[in-house]
């Protein structure tokens, strides 16, 4: 039997009409020195943010990996995000081998063909 939550608890959880989704990525780093990597990095933040996402993950001059998730409270990234996200990573050419994963639910980690309520 399946249970199915109120609305109030699937707030409280994130689930069903409240999942958040966000999306991994991935690459390699063309540089060569870990201050080239801040200032990289210090500029992809700025883009990240100008699209009200937010971003945690670990880096360094050689490759790269984060999770990528909306500032605003029960909003999630878009397709749109990714796809700028991508073009953004290309256009810089220090990236290569980038790998930007589907969205997914940033609280339970279910793909967003889930749908998971109860």
């Known amino acids: 039997m399946k249970s199915t939550k109120k609305r109030r608890l699937r707030k ?9 989704f966000g999306f991994e990525l991935s690459g390699n780093l063309n540089l060569e020195t870990e201050d080239d990597y801040d200032s990289w990095l210090y500029q992809f933040i700025a883009f990240i943010e100008s699209r009200n996402l937010c971003m945690g993950g670990r880096g360094d001059a050689k490759s790269f990996s984060a999770f990528i998730c909306s500032t605003r409270r029960y909003s999630s990234v878009l397709d749109e995000d990714r796809e700028a996200v991508k073009n ?13 994963g589907q969205l997914v639910d940033a609280y339970h980690g279910e793909t967003n063909d889930t749908q998971r309520i109860g």
Do not use: M, P, Q, R
């Not at 409280?12 to 958040?20: D, I, P, R, T």
């Not at 953004?88 to 930007?100: A, K, R």
């Open 12 to 20: 409280k959880l994130y689930l069903g009409e409240f999942a958040v």
């Open 88 to 100: 953004w990573l290309e256009s810089s050419g220090i990236t290569s081998d980038v790998v930007i």
